[in-house]
């Protein structure tokens, strides 16, 4: 097809225009993947796993003794007196507190005047016995006449004995009415007041028995299967912070405690060599020796990917970046146990890792934004071990003046 002349200044100019966009864009089209490849490297939070060893689990207790009896009245009646307050000193013997004796010294009197009377019967039946002992003797009497009299004196015998053990029975409730101390100790706590009616056994007063000391300690439900009988504890008095005294785990709680759902525990000590005054605060150091191989790491660390959950694990060599599956066990407020999948020389991304992409190259820094040689870090952290060099510990950077290149 021809085009006319007077057309041709118009078509000519779109199509020079239309052919330079298409060349253009095929340019551009052929650069694209090649940029998209190259992606800069970008620092990146770095960090090194800990061991999730709980060392650092501390438990606060309260110095306490390891015989804390009950005391209370054999029998029940009304305090008239209490003689004593917490926080006393007691011997042994000591009289704390004292009932209304008035229904006790009637029953008393009561118990006298009956042994009175079975002393007189058994009086006359002896003397009875004697005198026809000897008309059964002169056959005066048969000998069933005889019998009789005699089976009255073993009855008055009887009788005597159990007028003698009531009245037994009277004079020591006489002096259970008055509530005496078992041993020496310090009265820690009071239950009851005067005017108060307590019944027998009722708890009046807890003795804390001179002797040996203990800590009280409650521990939660998720870990308490992790405490046996004579495990090792660490023992720190908050009067004396730093000093650390050797314990184990003397007794444990069969049942929680149906209020707080924790178990009482008690840890024992040479009460010589702490020397812990009643009523001290004090912290238990637990040691974890069993979880002595888990690690942790922070847990801005962790990615997730549908269920799959991994880190991002950095090569010291090449300073990429890969994806490593991992099994965690219960998250904490800031860190989670990593239970396989990660070694303790292992550096993984604490931070951004949303960011990050497979095979990608970063710049591994600390916390101060300083910029760090893994390889050299590591060695650096091996000759600590040995005590050959110093290095920071809490950021991994490796002291000396070349530690900012």
């Not at 042994?115 to 007189?120: E, G």
Request: hydrophobic share 40%; aromatic share 4%; net charge negative.
């Amino acid at each position: 097809m021809r085009v006319p002349v007077m057309f041709r200044s118009l078509l000519l100019p779109g199509l020079i225009a239309t052919g330079m966009a298409a060349g253009l864009l095929s340019l551009q089209g052929c650069s694209e993947p090649e940029s998209e490849n190259k992606v800069p490297a970008r620092p990146a939070l770095v960090a090194q796993p800990l061991s999730a060893d709980p060392t650092q689990d501390v438990f606060p207790g309260e110095i306490r003794a390891r015989y804390e009896p009950e005391l209370g009245f054999r029998i029940g009646g009304k305090i008239s007196q209490r003689l004593v307050d917490v926080g006393d000193r007691v011997s042994e013997g000591t009289v704390l507190a004292k009932l209304d004796t008035d229904d006790v010294s009637l029953k008393l009197d009561a118990a006298r005047a009956q042994m009175a009377s079975a002393q007189a019967d058994h009086k006359l039946a002896n003397s009875e016995l004697e005198r026809y002992r000897e008309l059964m003797e002169r056959n005066v009497i048969s000998r069933s006449q005889f019998d009789s009299f005699e089976s009255r004196y073993d009855a008055s015998v009887a009788q005597l004995r159990q007028a003698r053990a009531n009245l037994n029975v009277a004079r020591n409730q006489a002096d259970y009415a008055s509530l005496k101390a078992p041993r020496d100790g310090v009265i820690a706590q009071r239950l009851a007041e005067a005017g108060q009616v307590v019944a027998a056994g009722q708890a009046v007063f807890v003795l804390a028995v001179d002797g040996d000391r203990e800590v009280r300690i409650d521990l939660p439900e998720q870990d308490v299967g992790h405490f046996k009988i004579g495990m090792p504890v660490g023992i720190e008095l908050w009067s004396r912070p730093g000093q650390v005294f050797e314990g184990k785990i003397r007794e444990l709680s069969p049942a929680a405690d149906p209020r707080s759902r924790t178990f009482e525990a008690r840890v024992a000590f040479e009460n010589t060599t702490v020397g812990a005054d009643l009523g001290q605060s004090a912290r238990v150091f637990v040691s974890g020796v069993a979880n002595a191989d888990i690690l942790s790491i922070p847990l801005s660390a962790l990615t997730a990917e549908g269920e799959a959950t991994y880190v991002w694990v950095i090569n010291p060599d090449t300073g990429l970046v890969h994806k490593a599956p991992v099994e965690v066990g219960p998250y904490q407020e800031q860190i989670v146990p990593v239970l396989r999948g990660l070694q303790p020389q292992d550096w993984v991304v604490s931070a951004g890792t949303h960011l990050l992409r497979e095979g990608q190259a970063v710049i591994p820094v600390d916390r101060q934004n300083r910029r760090l040689d893994l390889k050299q870090t590591a060695l650096a952290s091996q000759l600590e071990s040995t005590g050959a060099v110093e290095s920071n510990s809490e950021t991994g950077a490796q002291s000396g003046p070349d530690a900012d290149q």
